[in-house]
């Protein structure tokens, strides 16, 4: 069997946790900060994980991290 190509642009937007899972990060943080509130803000800066509808497909886009 070849081996599988990583997708790149997956591989800089996702990482698997300990466990398995597949973290992301939150979308809105690069622009329009001012009618942002500071609260909202700082909850954009933590990392979410993927949900389960999602995870295997994103999983087959990066089989070997």
């Known amino acids: ?9 997956a591989a800089k937007r996702f990482r698997k946790t300990g466990t398995g899972k ?3 990060n939150k979308a809105f943080t690069s622009h329009i900060l001012t009618k942002k ?3 909202r803000k700082r909850d ?3 990392a979410a994980l993927v949900s389960a509808a999602d995870a295997k497909n994103i999983s087959r886009l990066i089989p070997y991290l």
């Open 1 to 9: 069997m070849p081996k599988i190509k990583t997708n790149r642009g």
């Open 22 to 24: 597949i973290r992301r």
């Open 37 to 39: 509130s500071t609260k």
């Open 44 to 46: 954009l800066r933590k």
